[in-house]
């Protein structure tokens, strides 16, 4: 696993030991980004079940401002906080160990808004939609806001929740990325893009 673009492009970064984690591929990863991005200005990502801290890193390195990364494993958290050295992107971070509700409950008190969040639970978790709509109810996303979730591919995520509109879809082996868009007063018809 690498950074593959940006200020960081090139560093190594170091995987989370044992089976309990599934690190985002480099090959799913650049997908995600060329459906995205591929490059930022500014703002805030958030990397829920962050893992490695992979997609966060990749976010920071291509011009996004800030992140904040969450993990209900503490050696997961570690990890991150190492990988965040390695890249050199560690003042622009934020890393805690908490459970993916609970966390977003407590973001509500610090005011902060994401352009970008990250939801990539383990696959036997099957909370996205409603981890979805908590992000909307709690204002915790920009009205413009992008939501990738990367899920199993026999997992049919559904295309719109709240203002939430599922605009792309793209399947790699037992992986499957959807990728919503917030839009407010959006068409309730919407049909995502299969890539």
Known sequence: MRVISGSAKGRTLKPVPGMGTRPTTDKVKEAIFSMIGPYFNGGTVLDLFAGTGGLGIEALSRGMDR?????????????????????????????????????????????????????????????????????????LVEDEATIV????????????????????????????VSIYSLQNGGDEGYEPSEA
Request: proline share 2%; hydrophobic share 40%; aromatic share 6%.
């Open 149 to 176: 979730v990367e899920h199993d591919a026999d997992y049919e995520c559904e295309t719109r929740i709240g203002t939430a509109a599922c605009i792309r879809r793209a399947t790699y082996g037992d992986t499957c």
């Open 67 to 139: 992140a904040v990364f969450v993990d209900a494993d503490r050696r997961s958290v570690e990890i991150i906080k190492h990988n965040l050295q390695v890249t050199r992107l560690a003042e622009q971070a934020e890393v805690y160990v908490n459970d993916a509700q609970r966390a977003l409950k407590a973001m509500v008190k610090r005011e902060v808004r994401f352009r970008l969040v990250f939801l990539d639970p383990p696959y036997k978790v099957r909370t996205i939609e409603q981890l979805i709509t908590m992000l909307q109810t709690l204002q």
